[in-house]
């Protein structure tokens, strides 16, 4: 079985400051870990992956996220926060054999301030 | 290639009606993955189908809802009898094969039961 959990439901930074969102899982095998990002009324779009290959990894728009076996993490890190990046972000993981389908975190609400 | 396509967008019905959500997975993609989104909740699987097959449905609940994926034409969402707590969106997503590392989302559709 697998869980995510995203600590904070909402995060408010200011334009320019770091941007740090959490999700930590818990895997019974190898996860795969993804972050998402739903703009209202939207779908989701991927923002990067996790498949067990560089710990470090780069997605679009500026983010990227390092997953951490010892702390069983995968947090979302952008240097510096632009308005368009309002939006609800999402962690989630499946499982690298077995069951296929996606376990998301309950999202967090990302504010911007000017 | 066109992305996921779910239709449609938007869907009203009042209790005691049926719904039915219809998902054209990406070209080339033969495995779809339904999941629910309840207001202010990240998504929750709900069924993960190929062609004419249901691989599983260990989030679909047991009554009133049902989901195919037949050799021809898109996947279909069948919620019969609607109630007020069916109202949330619905997304789908496809992948190719079985790589859920590459799994994309359509727009969702949100149905409102009335």
């Known amino acids: 079985a697998q869980s995510v959990t995203q600590l904070g439901s909402h995060v408010s930074v200011s334009e320019g400051a770091l941007v740090l969102l959490r999700c930590n899982y818990s895997s019974s095998v190898p996860p795969y870990l993804f972050w998402y990002v739903q703009y209202p009324n939207q779908g989701l779009q991927l923002l990067l992956k996790y498949t067990s290959a560089a710990t470090l990894v780069k997605g679009i728009n500026g983010f990227e996220a390092e997953f951490k076996k010892s702390e069983t993490s995968f947090h979302l890190t952008k240097p510096s926060a632009h308005m368009s990046d309002a939006a609800e972000y999402f962690c989630?993981?499946?499982?690298?054999?077995?069951?296929?389908?996606?376990?998301f975190g309950s999202g967090t609400r990302l504010q911007v301030q000017p | 290639n066109a992305g996921v396509m779910q239709n449609p967008r938007h869907l009203v019905r009042r209790r005691g009606q049926e719904a039915r959500l219809r998902c054209s997975p990406m070209k080339g993609h033969s495995h779809v993955y339904w999941y629910r989104q309840l207001p202010e909740e990240g998504l929750k699987f709900m069924v993960y189908l190929q062609k004419e097959n249901i691989i599983d449905e260990s989030g679909m609940p047991k009554e009133r809802f049902s989901a195919e994926f037949p050799k021809e034409g898109p996947s279909i969402l069948r919620i019969q009898q609607v109630v007020r707590g069916d109202s949330a969106a619905y997304f789908c997503?496809?992948?190719?094969?079985?790589?859920?590392?590459?799994?994309?989302f359509g727009q969702g559709t949100r149905l409102t039961v009335v």
């Open positions: 989630a993981v499946t499982l690298s054999t077995g069951r296929r389908a996606l376990t």
């Open positions: 997503a496809s992948s190719p094969q079985d790589k859920n590392t590459e799994a994309f």
